[in-house]
């Protein structure tokens, strides 16, 4: 019981520290690559086209320092990104260590890995949420997508087993697509799949800036529809803020006035820090050896003098709308979602 009691206001603390962040315009949201490696060949991304070596990934005590020096901003959504995050082993390892620094993490994964024993273990050790992501409804054209043949059946069981396993209600399973040139029509079929499961459903809009890739954004406009589907199904959860602007987004290439090095980091695999994934050849300082305040100045600075307007990702959307006006309006969405089972 007192275990219980201690994790329970463990929680409370961390999350108020990260309302007086949010509040306040801190930085509140960081990406953290703790691998580059991956089992698929996704056509919409370029990381599994290098060789990368584990012996090159970040250690658990640089995770903690990590952690540690992050802590002094604040407590931080920190997003576990790759490659695919779960061919680290020692994955459990690291979602304790940053949830023992006071900070919340969340990742996104292809699904292949999950197994009873994961499923069970990541989101005990302290995983506040989990995405599985799931392009198409059509498990062909997943595969295809992925590069792998399974995939599409083994991202419906993690997801499946993944909502068996969360401990409480605020420990948040996701499906999240990826919108595409050729998916809009099959998102109203993944939201259904989603509520048969009994998670909830996310988009992120295509980036295909990193590494040159083909563009492959809708051709039509998709505010509309996506607000009517989100009006129809309560598990569709991405911010109304977000979807607002996405046919400005496909339109223009992207958003201005981009907050990224202010509300938002990211750290490579080597504790390298830029603004976003998006601009990991710009960095301004490692963790590892340099002070987090003079981080945050060099960030800062860097991103008054952006005027870069190329992506709309979730990462980012998800930071600046939650500061888009009716500003209450995004709070009560994401507090609603936390609260669905």
């Known amino acids: 019981m007192l275990t219980k ?16 962040g949010m509040l306040s315009r801190r930085f509140f949201h960081c990406n953290l690559q703790v691998t580059y490696r991956c089992n698929l060949t996704c056509k919409i991304c370029d990381f599994w086209k290098t060789e ?41 390892r690291i979602i304790e260590i940053l949830n023992e620094e006071n900070h919340f993490p969340i990742l996104i ?32 054209m997943h595969d295809a997508q992925r590069g792998r043949e399974g995939s599409w059946d083994r991202a419906i069981n993690a997801l499946d087993l993944l909502n068996k396993h969360r401990p409480d209600r605020r420990n948040r399973v996701h499906m999240i697509s990826v919108l595409m040139d050729d998916n ?76 990224t090095g202010r509300l938002l980091m990211n750290i490579d695999n080597h504790g390298n820090v830029s603004r976003c994934t998006e601009t990991l050849d710009r960095q301004v ?32 959307g998800f930071a600046e709308s939650m500061y888009a006006r009716p500003r209450m309006r995004q709070f009560k969405e994401f507090l609603l979602s936390v609260k669905r089972k």
């Open 109 to 140: 994964t292809n699904g292949w890995y999950v197994n009873e024993p994961l499923a069970r273990d990541i989101l005990r050790a302290g995983l506040q949420e989990i995405s599985v992501s799931v392009d198409y409804a059509d498990p062909k």
């Open 5 to 20: 009691v201690r994790r329970e206001l463990h929680y409370q603390y961390r999350s108020m520290r990260l309302a007086l």
């Open 285 to 316: 300082g490692n963790i590892l050896t340099d002070d987090i305040l003079d981080i945050r100045d060099r960030l800062h600075a860097v991103q008054s003098a952006s005027r870069c307007n190329q992506c709309w990702t979730s990462c980012r």
């Open 52 to 92: 990368h070596d584990p012996a090159d990934e970040l250690s658990l005590d640089d995770i903690r320092l990590i952690g540690r020096k992050l802590n002094r901003l604040g407590t931080l959504i920190i997003s576990l990104a790759g490659g695919e995050p779960l061919i680290r082993e020692d994955l459990f």
């Open 184 to 259: 809009l029509d099959q998102v109203e079929d993944m939201i259904k799949l989603s509520r048969e499961i009994g998670v909830t459903y996310m988009i992120n809009l295509y980036s295909w800036n990193r590494g040159g890739k083909e563009r492959r954004m809708p051709d039509r406009h998709v505010t509309e529809y996506l607000m009517g589907l989100k009006k129809k199904y309560p598990e569709f959860i991405t911010l109304t803020s977000y979807i607002d602007r996405l046919d400005q987004a496909i339109n223009e290439g992207g958003i201005g006035d981009c907050q």
